[in-house]
């Protein structure tokens, strides 16, 4: 799990506590940025997380959340393959993980029925639960990241959970089972998860797309449960760590890349339905969001840039204005994990979304409202 030359997995992003983030310091250096954009209107517009992960507004017009939730206390030690130490073993719980819907500013539950887990202790308690969610027509959708045996929960696997409007879950497909049955070309043996720890999904023509990056691999997942690979993106690109993901025409992908972080190793590939690859963003760092605006200019939400690990206050947006050129949109951010825009064109961040202890039923994450300059 931990090499002598990095710490190479994405799931420690919510392995250090605040106490230990805080104690990183200022950042003392930071990616060129082209053009600031001037000065952002930024507002608290929600409030109540708990790991609050990517984010997304319904068919209702309401924004709604996915939360890694407050973790979990089962183990499923002797029973299958664990996580590897020190990140593992994790111990979890088959409800907690949290989908959250909010209308005028005030946070209300959707589910927590879906599972919740945390990493071992040593590290701080790394927790995954709700990752992302999205709607084919008006049926919900959520990608799960914290189930599976090997997240401490031996019958609630990772995938993809249907969610109805009385909150009651259906498994639609079991992407863990999926994962260990096609494993992809170049998995990081000191890095690896056998139930994967998916971060992004969208909606596109009637199917879901999941990114999952300790594995490193897009999916297609269709409403009757049916996964097919889209690309194995760790056999062209090694161990990146994918995570965000946006469709525009075709596919868009950020990385987050391995520890510690070294500013400007990020970047966005553009993946082809049909699996293609290439790069069209460089020079980022450590990305958990991908948004186009309706002019079709591109959002990269980078969660710490400056600092060797996740550090609160040093999460910045930026804008892609053209080839390698970038705007500063909004910066002291503090420890974003996941963007999309609302209808009325202003960016919307998860904050304080890995790091923070969670609390029932209201808990430290935010989100914001951010109106560009």
Known sequence: MLNRHRISRRVLLTAISTTSLLAIGSPTFAAPITKHAGVASISIYATGFNNPRQLKFGPDGNLYVAEGGPGGTGSTV??????????????????????????????????????????????????????????????????????????????????????????????????????????????????????????????????LYAVEPNHGELDKITPDGKISRVVDISASQGHIVPTAIAQHGVFYVGNLNTFPIQTGSSKILKITPSGQIDTVVWDLTTVLGVAFDNRARMYVLEMTVGAPFPTPGTGQIVRIT????????????????GLTIGPDGALYVSTKGLGFAPSLPEGPGEVLRIVPG
């Open 322 to 337: 053209g080839f390698g050129k970038k705007e500063l949109i909004a910066d002291g951010l503090v420890l974003p994990t």
């Open 78 to 207: 002797g029973q299958c393959d664990q996580v590897v130490f020190p990140v593992g073993p994790y111990k979890g719980s088959a409800t907690g993980g949290r989908i959250s819907k909010v209308v005028n500013g005030v946070r209300t539950t959707v589910t927590d029925r879906l599972p919740s887990s945390s990493a071992n202790e040593i590290i701080g308690g790394d927790v995954e639960g709700v990752a992302d969610i999205d709607w084919i027509g008006n049926t919900l959708y959520a990608l799960v990241a914290g189930g599976g045996c090997s997240h401490g929960i031996a019958n609630h696997p990772n995938g993809i959970y249907r969610v109805s409007s009385n909150g009651s879950t259906t498994l639609v497909a079991d992407l863990g089972a999926y994962q260990q049955s096609n494993p992809v070309a170049n998995p990081e043996a000191d890095d690896f998860e056998p139930d994967g720890t998916w971060y992004s999904m969208i909606s596109v023509r009637g199917a």
